[in-house]
């Protein structure tokens, strides 16, 4: 069976400071991959997704960037974060060219103070 | 611009009744709908979907209706229960491979 997993479930980092959200998926291969934010009174933003290893798709232009270094794993960093990345980050994954449906992570909440 | 609409960001209702979440779209390419759930703190789960081609879908609990002349669609619940208290995404899939398109949720609560 697919499972996925990020980490790390909880952050607080101060402002300027860098980030690195991991998530892997297995039991599958060349899946599609999703990064999205959940911020409050906006719903499920869609931030960045990977249909490939090297091929990333940015939805929202931002301080955050997206990398696929494997098939498998799916990587959102910042260099500098802004007091606005604050949020509850989700990575999804889902078939390629199927109906669409997403499975998501646990989600990896995110404060910046 | 919002492609998926859930006007209602919150919606209380007694155990045991129904629960009606409603979704607007605004996109007519949209090919397949879905309906995802999220408890605080936990990532979204898949509850039940339906293809562009119906207009209802039932699974045990939840039915989706969908009007494509009206670009609506909505979740019923019955009977209602106090673990259905989350929050319900509407999302639509535009055809070709790409991602989907969720609304902005519903928070529903159940009361006993």
């Known amino acids: 069976s697919q499972t996925i997993h990020q980490w790390p479930a909880t952050l607080v980092q101060p402002v300027g400071s860098p980030l690195s959200l991991e998530c892997t998926v297995e039991g599958t291969s060349n899946p599609n991959l999703y990064w999205y934010r959940q911020a409050a009174g906006r719903g499920l933003q869609l931030l960045f997704y990977s249909v490939g290893i090297g091929q990333i798709s940015s939805e929202v232009p931002q301080n955050l960037s997206a990398s696929r270094p494997q098939d498998r794993q799916f990587i959102l960093s910042s260099k500098k974060l802004l007091l606005s990345d604050s949020g509850f980050y989700l990575c999804?994954?889902?078939?390629?060219?199927?109906?669409?449906?997403?499975?998501f992570g646990e989600g990896s909440r995110l404060t910046v103070l | 611009d919002q492609q998926v609409k859930q006007n209602s960001p919150s919606l209380s209702v007694q155990e045991g009744r129904i629960s009606i979440l409603n979704c607007d779209y605004t996109?007519?390419?949209?090919?397949?709908f879905l309906w995802y759930k999220k408890y605080p703190a936990e990532g979204p789960t898949f509850l039940i979907s339906i293809s562009s081609i119906k207009d209802k879908n039932e699974d045990g609990r939840f039915t989706v209706f969908l009007n494509k002349s009206a670009k609506h669609l909505s979740l019923h619940i019955v009977p209602s229960q106090p673990g259905d208290s989350a929050v319900y995404f509407c999302a639509s899939l535009p055809r070709g491979n790409t991602p989907l398109v969720f609304g902005k949720g519903t928070r529903l609560s159940v009361i006993a």
């Open positions: 996109n007519s390419m949209f090919d397949y």
């Open positions: 999804a994954w889902s078939r390629t060219g199927v109906t669409g449906e997403l499975f």
